[in-house]
């Protein structure tokens, strides 16, 4: 069975213009998540989607980042007018659904690594 | 509040030796689990390791071995006799627990190991 992909692998743009990213979970999971690392930090969490919804935005840093998931498949993370401190790899994650205190095992997809110039 | 600490920020040791890597976790929930993930030079996140709370049992897989100890909240990680290919970051992350959001992970910082041929 196929990882949780993502693409674009690499992406460089300038500063101002705006770029999408996107993931494909594992099929059957419908938790899907997106987190940023910064060049040699740990993880910090953005959002959280249960099939299309987003119960959880509270780490989108500002309200240029927004994510949608649609099909309860395929999400995307946007960021509009792009800055040099968006520079990150901005990894995707999928699980099974949570039950109630339980927390599944994310699997993680290989990244896109973000250049802001 | 969730937190997970790696005191650790780099390791670096000789092919074949024994290597511990620290996690020590804070939370309040009764029931929680523990991971462990690698990040190698690819940058790719692999699943290593899940634990539920009221599972203390030490776990053996291969060369790998984790110590839960709920007394002293730790999740260590030991890798017997290394080699150049467990050279990576290693997280620690915590989640889960009626008093957690069920979407969210808590990494510790990481640990850069380096294995020396």
């Known amino acids: 069975g196929a990882g949780v992909s993502q693409s674009p692998s690499n992406k460089v743009t300038e500063k101002g213009k705006d770029v999408e990213l996107r993931c494909d979970p594992i099929s059957g999971h419908t938790a899907l998540y997106w987190y940023r690392q910064s060049l040699g930090q740990g993880l910090e969490f953005l959002i959280y989607f249960q099939g299309n919804s987003a119960p959880d935005k509270s780490g989108l840093p500002s309200d240029r980042f927004s994510a949608e998931r649609t099909g309860g498949s395929v999400s995307t993370l946007t960021i509009q007018r792009t800055q040099q401190e968006d520079s990150a790899v901005y990894l995707c994650?999928?699980?099974?659904?949570?039950?109630?205190?339980?927390?599944?095992?994310?699997?993680f997809g290989p990244g896109t690594r973000l250049l802001v110039l | 509040a969730q937190k997970v600490t790696q005191a650790q920020t780099e390791i670096s040791v000789v092919e074949k030796e024994d290597v511990t890597l620290d996690c020590v976790y804070e939370t309040r929930d009764t029931t929680y689990y523990l991971f462990w993930y690698k990040q190698p030079p690819s940058g790719e996140l692999v699943f290593l390791i899940r634990r539920n709370s009221f599972d203390e049992q030490n776990e053996i897989s291969g060369r790998y071995s984790w110590n839960f100890q709920k007394s002293t909240s730790s999740f260590n990680f030991t890798i017997t006799a290394s080699q150049v290919v467990d050279s990576a970051v290693y997280f620690c992350?915590?989640?889960?627990?009626?008093?957690?959001?069920?979407?969210?992970?808590?990494f510790g910082s990481g640990t850069r190991l380096s294995i020396r041929p």
């Open positions: 992350a915590l989640g889960g627990g009626p008093y957690s959001s069920a979407s969210k992970i808590i």
């Open positions: 994650a999928s699980s099974l659904a949570h039950g109630t205190g339980v927390q599944e095992t994310q699997y």
